[in-house]
Structure formats: structure tokens, C-alpha cells
């Protein structure tokens, strides 16, 4: 079992950057894979990007690409999503989640493969 607690949502300007955290508590993190995922008003939750439980593999969606990056500290079992050059379509719920794996090649990007996930946190981009 593992507990998600996502933060760093919060307003900011287009063009602008923000870094959400996720921390991890319960069993080691570094036995999971972790994702990031976003979730407008009347939209399908979509994926934003992936880690592997090294933090050697990343995938991210195409819309984010260039912009957002995933990285993890698993001394710190915390994972981090580094958002650059915010558009306002970037805004949603932004979730964190977390798959325990054997593999380090498996950073899944469809939300139903994943076990947990935590409260969601807030972003909004301003025109």
C-alpha cells in the first residue's frame, strides 16, 4: 500500500512555470511506477507523463512534450512534474499515481493500470 499526496498546484500567467510534487508514503517507492495525469471539467482524466521505478525511463503525452518533464527522487520518494511555458489548456486536476513493478522497463500510460492515486491537485493557466 502506498499514499499519494500531490502539491505546487496552484494560478499562474501563460507562458509561465509551476513544479508539482508528489510524495509517496507507505512501502518503498522506488518499487513503483509513477505517473502524472490531468483531468479537465467535462473531459476524460489523460495522461500527462510517465516514470520508471528507476527514474532512467520517461514517456510523456505529445501535447506536453518539450514543455513537461517528469523526474523522481526515490531517497525522497518524491516525484516531480516540471511544467514550462503554460498554456491555458494545461488547466485541470493534475494526479499523481503509482503501480508497484518488478520491471524497470513498465511506465504504463492508460490510468486504469495503475493501484493509487492521490487527491489531485489544482492548476490553472490564465490567458
Known amino acids: 500500500q502506498v499514499q499519494l499526496v500531490e502539491s505546487g498546484g496552484g494560478l499562474v500567467q501563460a507562458g509561465g512555470s509551476l513544479r508539482l510534487f508528489c510524495a509517496a508514503s507507505?512501502?518503498?517507492?522506488?518499487?513503483?511506477?509513477m505517473g502524472w495525469f490531468r483531468q479537465a471539467p467535462g473531459k476524460e482524466r489523460e495522461f500527462v507523463a510517465a516514470?520508471?521505478?528507476?527514474?532512467?525511463?520517461?514517456d510523456c503525452a505529445e501535447s506536453v512534450k518539450g514543455r513537461f518533464t517528469i523526474s523522481r527522487d526515490n531517497a525522497k520518494n518524491t516525484v516531480y512534474l516540471h511544467m514550462n511555458s503554460l498554456k491555458p489548456e494545461d488547466t485541470a486536476v493534475y494526479y499523481c499515481?503509482?503501480?508497484?513493478?518488478?520491471?524497470?522497463?513498465?511506465?504504463?500510460?492508460?490510468?486504469?493500470?495503475?493501484?493509487?492515486w492521490g487527491q489531485g491537485i489544482q492548476v490553472t493557466v490564465s490567458s
Open positions: 516514470i520508471n521505478k528507476n527514474g532512467d525511463k520517461t
Open positions: 499515481a503509482a503501480v508497484r513493478t518488478a520491471s524497470g522497463s513498465y511506465y504504463p500510460t492508460v490510468p486504469r493500470l495503475y493501484d493509487y
Open positions: 507507505g512501502r518503498t517507492s522506488s518499487s513503483y511506477a
